[in-house]
């Protein structure tokens, strides 16, 4: 399979590092919109391509992944490049997902391509826990949350308050909350007790902490909602131990069955992820391999994880798989 | 969805009370090698047939569950009425799937109908998540762990030990190895360190208990290769206690990524279930409406649960999917 990566940034770097673990994947080329020359791969031998060069590269590419982000990147790129290849996105705006997979299904379709649109592990592997709990257990709850893990989102409205120099957000799951889901106690939880957010703050020289803390604390959207912990740092312990991106999370189905419904089950799905891009890049070559495959078989069109079954991600076959795997 | 099932013991009654819980579903049909006339379905207006009238239910049963035993029953029973319906069992001994697949899935495709085997949560929902963390993580370990729960074929081997009246085996998970495994230390575990074994004995009066205890702990192939328990309670505390069949347990898959493999993920799946029969029976019955529908839509043959696309397994549709749980 010949992967192709347009955004050589946090994810098309995990794309890059993944196809490596990846013995049936080779990384053929990087698109970008920036100057080629200016990215320098770390695989030998690939080579770096202007966007505008589109079109001379559709024999070289099997599935292009696209590494842009959802706010303005994918939502003109998927569809735009569905008419040159196969292409998977990480599509992560859920409410805006029904439109994004109306136009890309139609331009896949109408070339003759196969797309899979919001894949990684939110939406992603959380997305199919859901559904195999919901549809299991039909009489029970759903619970997802989120870390402990860095929220770029939140890691950058912090740095927009005055006085910051450098900062980072993690978001964690309240552990009391995790233990009564766990027991199945079906709470109801607000915001605030599900999640609780901590920042690391580098301050500018002089700057008005108190005025800092309170101004993070208090917005709107980002922090009003819950507790929040501010602690301020160096620039040298932010480098020291701030650098990762890692993240994770959960997700519960609790639910019941029985005659007079008297028997309790839960189900939780976890991941502890030490980066969280090249984790989201590791699932979507996976389900890059499903796409090549369902293309070959000759399906056209826009795809979900939902849409695809499990054997379709793994480089081994039908009777390898039942016969060690089952 | 026309419901029919095969086999009124735990598992059977365990799909009846499923069937409730799904509003798409009914139930239509017990068969059973017994007397129709000593069996009382809890559902009414459900009728019990023998299995000699196999050949008039053919229009009344979209999907018939096979409820009997991995040992005897249905290597003989899948493959015989995969002639007459749609079939789904809860085959598990995995050894011998790829020739239980084999006849399966000629049996099915001689006549049309799609069967799955082996469904439930191990083989099963487990089976799908060592599938996904193999293939998400290609370089990395697995780890099954089964319990806290009631293993019958152990149950049943203390039962048969001189001196003891009733008795029930819980296996065990160590705590110590699930810590390593979840702190993503790649541990290699022998069976002892995995699994504890701890039983509840009844003896009989006047029995020599220090000789139960003997017996069961050195027993070969069930006890010896465990660190076992072995408590002696009265009759009324077995029933008050231990009269549920509670099972569960955890899949892990830990893995690295990043172009020096300096980044640890693990991935954690965990049941914890009341009822063994109940939940295996819920898994049953979404995978038993995903092949309803490949039926309908003209597949023919044996499948697995790494065959099904996630979506086929809800009654929702693709778009009400899309839409609110990716």
Redesign the interface.
Known sequence: MKIGILGYGNLGR?VE??V???PDMELTAILTRRDPSTIKP?TEGVKVYSVNDVAKLKDDIDVLVLCGGSATDLPEQTPEYAKYFNVIDSFDT?AR??EH?ANVDKAAKDNGHVALI?CGWD?G?F??M???G??????GNDYTFWGKGVSQGHSDAIRRVKGVKNGKQYTIPVDEALEKV?A?ENPTLTTRQKHVRECFVVAEEGADLAQIEHDIKTMPNYFDEYDTTVHFITEEEFNANHAGIPHGGFVFRTGV???EK??????????????NP??T???IL?FA?AIDRLSKEGQTGCK????????Y???LS??E???H??
Do not use: W
Not at 134 to 139: D, Y
Not at 262 to 275: F, G, I, Q, T
């Open positions: 995990g590092s993944a490596r673990q990846n770390r859920h997902i029904p997979f919001s939406p592997m997305s199919i859901r559904l195999y919901a549809s299991i257990l039909p009489e766990r199945g069955t029985g005659f008297e028997n309790k089950h839960v189900v939780e799905y976890s991941l502890k992820l030490d980066s090249e984790f890049s590791s699932v996976a391999r979900t994880v939902f849409d695809i079954a499990p054997a991600l793994s480089p039908g009777e798989l039942r016969a795997m089952l």
